[in-house]
């Protein structure tokens, strides 16, 4: 391996990292947000609001996340962060909403019976019954969403983000270098995934062991 | 919007084709990476001593990497000029190997805790009725584990069909390329195309998530 490659583009490899960072912290609070907006409309006990949370997930689900990115960058014309971030946090959302609506279903219903006839609203008995409850449940499917959220900010590449992978593209074109500079990507990458991998690991088996 | 000018029959001929590249791509990936991922999977399962510490590491390390990195990898990487290396590979090829590696690494761990499913009790009253290890995985462990891995691996095979629009970086002549070279020719087609590349990934998605589930409901 030629480290004079990672040394002599150093800045560009720290801006393409630090970008990937961004965009994985926005686009998981974002997709927190909206995913667990999405969640309480499935189970809501409103049919037609339960009927668009579905249809949303399942068509998000179902389509490359490529497609959606190329909605906002080519259709809306938005620049390729912006478009990128936006196309992320709708496409997390997803499967967030996935994981936060199993968290609640595993509570048992009698919590919520019991919220709802000591007088508490459903809202209510929601936020402060059911969900506190749910977050355990749902803490390490999170952690294996920002991991894919982490990998697929990749594709932010395609539509000129400029995160990790779009630099690494721009110093091979220039240095005409191809299979180290890649391989210090691939390590910039794992610096993020493999310790956030280990935490999941440990908490799917913590959490498991106190419930 | 020229929904009418994008729908043409031409058109509409090109994202078919590109539609069963996709497949293509995609079922020969899956069934490469069932079988390596099996044995992968098999493997860690087993705890051969080194050997399974050193799959553990090859694919924890691949499951932790962005897919379009591998494939850029597999096809401009392991045909570095600045290197002298030319393997003459073509994209399709270039395509299934960098969606294989990726999807082994996958499948394995749907493998490995497919197998870690089956109760102790099942291997240790084989082995008590006299069956050696191997034939314990192949009559007990085996049939039990497999059941259980089918719907986790329908899943993957969808997430597989969508993965391989990231192949548009190669210029792999699959649905989302053959959407883009048509809207790149006229700007009203962009929202058309998009729409119906995107039911086309959809309709087929949603078919494979439903026989899942209901695989999943026989199961329970």
Redesign the interface.
């Known amino acids: 391996m030629d480290f004079s490659i990672l040394a002599e583009n150093m800045d560009m490899y720290l801006e393409g990292f630090l970008k990937t960072i961004q965009i994985s912290l926005l686009a998981l609070v974002g997709s927190f947000f909206l995913g667990a907006v999405i969640a309480v409309m499935r189970i809501a006990p409103f049919k037609p609001l339960n009927w668009i949370g579905t249809a949303y997930v399942e068509f998000v689900r179902n389509i490359p996340l490529l497609i959606i990115a190329f909605l906002f960058y080519y259709g809306a014309k938005m620049p390729g962060f912006a478009a990128g971030s936006l196309a992320l946090t709708i496409y997390t959302a997803a499967f967030i909403a996935e994981a936060i609506r199993a968290g609640i279903l595993s509570i048992h219903k009698g919590q919520m019976e019991a919220a709802r006839s000591s007088g508490l609203t459903y809202g209510q008995a929601m936020r402060m019954i059911v969900l506190p409850q749910a977050i355990k449940v749902v803490i390490p499917p999170l952690g294996n969403q920002f991991i894919n959220l982490v990998k697929n900010s990749s594709i932010l590449a395609v539509i000129a983000g400029g995160e990790l992978m779009y630099q690494a593209d721009l110093i091979s074109l220039h240095t005409f270098v191809v299979f180290d500079v890649y391989i210090f990507v691939a390590i910039f990458y794992l610096v993020i995934t493999i310790p956030l991998s280990l935490g999941v690991g440990y908490l799917e088996k913590h959490l498991a062991k106190s419930s | 919007m020229d929904f009418a000018g994008a729908y043409t029959p031409d058109n509409l001929k090109f994202l078919v084709d590109g539609f069963l590249v996709t497949l293509k791509v995609a079922v020969i990936s899956i069934i490469l990476s069932f079988i390596i991922g099996g044995i992968l999977g098999i493997i860690r399962y087993a705890k051969v001593p080194l050997l399974s510490k050193i799959v553990a590491v090859i694919v ?2 691949i ?7 591998i494939i ?2 597999v096809y ?3 045909q ?4 002298g ?1 030319s393997l003459n590979m073509s994209v399709t090829t270039a395509a299934i190997m960098a969606l294989t590696i990726f999807e082994s690494a996958m499948i394995s761990e749907i493998i490995r805790s497919g197998l870690n499913s089956v109760p102790k009790g099942h291997i240790e009253a084989a082995r008590s009725s006299g069956l050696n290890y191997i034939q314990t995985l192949i009559h007990i462990i085996l049939p039990q584990a497999l059941r259980n891995m089918v719907p986790p691996i329908v899943s993957q095979f ?1 997430s597989l069909l ?2 391989t ?2 192949a ?2 190669i210029a792999l002549p699959e649905l ?1 390329h053959n959407g ?1 070279i048509i ?1 790149a020719q006229n700007g009203n087609y ?2 058309p195309i ?1 729409i119906l ?2 039911l086309m ?2 309709v087929v ?2 078919g494979l ?1 439903l026989v899942a589930r209901t695989l999943e409901i026989k199961r329970a």
């Open positions: 924890e390390t499951r932790n990497l962005p897919l379009i990195l850029f990898f401009f990487g392991l570095d000029p600045s290197r290396w969808i969508k993965d629009s990231l548009v970086i989302t883009q809207y962009i929202y998009l590349v995107a990934y959809f998605n949603y998530s």
